[in-house]
């Protein structure tokens, strides 16, 4: 839900509570948000990462079963991108020694027994695998896309600083999520980035990937101390809410509603999806409530 105005509709047809957004789509009278974009620092770097070599794991482990097409570039011939890891070792140790790099024209290249391939993992126009905000400006206006939810993930980079930065400039058109080691979520200097990436840099969300190749699966989600750390997220106590007043009274409270067939749905403050009759509520009513709290109610057609 972040990324919009009070009042304003977010994917679904919802209406949100969430302070943040600009103006709606020339395409149509909602909003429209792009729920999973990227943009990224070229990929011949280290991208936050410690290391370019880290940054090149990440990759190679992304693209060891790959939709994207892999090739032998000096004829164009079918290749198997099963060249990039031993048969039974799904963690990076098991990553095969074959030079992976970073090419031009959307490839990811390697080499094995002398012999050079290419995996064609973005668009062959794009000479430089890298996306930086303005880039992605450009497709979100062709393409009449209002505002866009920034993912992460290892094979990206290290994205905290890179997506705040993001956030930071252009606020109105990205949100962007924040970026864990998800094996070792518990220990004291993850949770420290944590809580510089929600505090200090601003970042709206957590990007979670179920991918503990990197330590070699040593932990998993059920491993204990691991458990406490992605317990329950703590009530979001910054997002206004609407109100709602039944004809016997009784109130509820929203983040987020639509009106549909008859019955109002809603996202209460814990992220539970619920609905209600649209004769039990008193219209009126809820109307005045919202307004005496500086939110923007929109009744049924």
Excluded at 88 to 101: H, I, K, P, Y
Excluded at 197 to 217: E, M, Q, T
Excluded at 279 to 284: A, K, S, V, Y
């Amino acid at each position: 839900m972040a990324g919009t105005t009070p009042g304003t509709k977010v994917p679904g047809g919802m209406t949100s509570g969430r302070v943040e957004g600009t103006g709606f789509s020339q395409y149509t009278s909602a909003m429209i948000v792009d729920c999973h974009a990227h943009v990224f620092e070229d990929w011949l770097g280290a991208c936050g990462h410690p290391s370019v070599d880290i940054h090149l794991k990440y990759i190679q482990k992304n693209v060891t079963r790959p939709a994207a097409k892999t090739f032998r570039l000096r004829d164009g011939k079918p290749a198997s991108a099963a060249m990039l890891f031993r048969p039974g070792d799904n963690t990076w140790a098991g990553l095969t020694d074959v030079n992976f790099r970073v090419g031009r024209f959307g490839r990811l290249e390697f080499t094995r027994d002398g012999e050079d391939y290419a995996i064609q993992y973005m668009p062959v126009g794009m000479q430089t695998i890298q996306s930086p905000p303005e880039f992605m400006l450009a497709q979100m206006t062709y393409a009449g896309v209002d505002h866009c939810i920034l993912q992460a993930g290892g094979g990206y980079g290290a994205m905290n600083d890179f997506n705040a930065a993001t956030q930071k400039k252009y606020p109105a058109k990205f949100t962007g999520l924040l970026q864990v080691d998800e094996a070792i979520a518990d220990r004291p200097e993850v949770l420290a980035e944590v809580d510089r990436a929600r505090n200090v840099l601003g970042l709206k969300g957590v990007y979670y990937s179920h991918d503990f190749s990197r330590h070699g699966y040593a932990r998993n989600l059920d491993h204990a101390p691991v458990s406490p750390a992605l317990g329950p997220p703590a009530p979001q106590a910054d997002v206004p809410e609407f109100v709602f007043v039944r004809r016997d009274g009784t109130v509820f409270f929203a983040v987020a509603y639509s009106w549909e067939h008859g019955a109002l749905r809603y996202i209460s403050s814990e992220g539970l999806r619920r609905s209600v009759a649209r004769e039990t509520l008193d219209l009126d009513a809820t109307q005045q409530f919202n307004e005496q709290r500086g939110m923007t109610f929109r009744s049924p057609a």
